[in-house]
């Protein structure tokens, strides 16, 4: 879940983070240990506050909104220069906790996909800027007050179909952090409308994995960094400098078999290592696929080697020593890739 500070919502201006950087790296220089557990966390909250500022400027898209039980909520939608003849593919991308639509879409640079393959992208907007993605916590708005992030969803896939010519065969989600453990709460609960989804440093919720039960069949690509500080790779609470409870996940490893046995796939994977297409990044990523599920299911983990708290071909937006390295060797097009080759029967 992004930490709650602006992980995973770092697609803003360069220029800005470097400045907040070189700010937290003179916050660990500076005093004893004990000022500087106490300066953490407010660096971290500086950090979102400049993420959110460079991510409002004038060039910024502007927002749609739609009334959601009551509740006006925002997106974000992308719309290709040329789509395909007959109904086009629809991709969800949530953002991270404390994110926002256009802080992901410059993160992710999955309009830039979108425009190469002609399909159509949505970037929400989380109520209090996170995602009620079957987590228990006080610390965001949607867990406190039980925000219908899947009603929400029904909206703007009803909205978008009636404006564009979705192929509901193909409707896909991706998400990070936060926007990653939603996308396997929103794909286990609507696994009738879902063809597959990509949920990146996020897990299946705990407590949620206990009511697990997806009805259909939903290929999952499953991306997680062994060396993740904030969403662990082995499962566990959300780490966040402040310490709050902000709930936790299972195993990865758990993961993969919840949906592995809810697909019917194969019991054996098959292992390979993806290509190392940048020696120094310090990632190696291994690729496992579960194959053979109902409906030509599948279940594909990208173990990340080394790899961080961050998405894929996307900026480090902070320090190695706070979220872990960026992988170079994939991202949102191969992402994509492994998304469209699903879809609804």
Not at 56 to 73: F, H, I, K, N, W
Not at 80 to 106: I, K, Q, S, W, Y
Not at 116 to 126: C, S
Not at 148 to 158: G, H, V
Request: one cysteine or more.
């Amino acid at each position: 879940m992004a930490a709650n500070y602006a992980v995973g919502d770092c697609g803003c201006n360069r220029g800005v983070f470097r400045r907040v950087n070189r700010s937290m790296r003179s916050v660990l220089r500076s005093g004893p240990r004990s000022r500087r557990a106490l300066l953490l966390p407010a660096a971290f909250s500086t950090l979102a506050l400049f993420a959110a500022v460079s991510t409002a400027g004038a060039d910024s898209p502007q927002l749609e909104t739609v009334s959601v039980d009551g509740r006006t909520r925002e997106f974000l939608l992308h719309v290709p220069e040329e789509l395909p003849e007959g109904p086009a593919p629809l991709v969800f991308v949530f953002h991270g906790g404390n994110g926002d639509p256009v802080g992901t879409m410059r993160l992710t640079r999955f309009n830039e996909v979108a425009e190469r393959a002609r399909f159509l992208v949505v970037y929400p907007q989380g109520v209090g800027r996170a995602w009620n993605d079957g987590r228990i916590t006080q610390v965001t708005e949607p867990h406190r007050t039980g925000v219908d992030d899947l009603a929400f969803f029904d909206s703007l896939l009803e909205l978008i179909s009636a404006r564009h010519a979705v192929d509901a065969r193909r409707v896909y989600a991706t998400g990070i952090s936060n926007g990653g453990i939603f996308s396997h709460y929103l794909a286990a609960n609507r696994s009738e409308k879902i063809a597959a989804i990509a949920p990146v440093v996020g897990g299946i919720a705990d407590p949620f994995h206990e009511r697990f039960a997806p009805t259909d069949p939903v290929s999952v690509l499953i991306v997680q960094g062994t060396a993740d500080p904030l969403v662990p790779y082995d499962g566990g609470p959300i780490a966040a400098p402040d310490r709050k409870d902000r709930g936790g996940i299972v195993p990865t490893d758990e993961a993969v078999r919840l949906w592995v046995e809810a697909n019917g796939c194969g019991p054996e994977p098959e292992t390979a290592w993806l290509p190392d297409r940048d020696p120094d990044d310090g990632c190696l990523t291994e690729s496992r696929t579960w194959g053979n599920g109902r409906n030509g299911a599948e279940v594909v983990l990208w173990r990340i080697e080394g790899g961080g708290h961050t998405w894929p071909g996307g900026i480090q937006y902070l320090p190695v020593r706070f979220i872990g390295p960026a992988t170079r060797d994939f991202g949102s097009a191969e992402i994509w890739e492994f998304l469209q080759r699903h879809r609804k029967p």
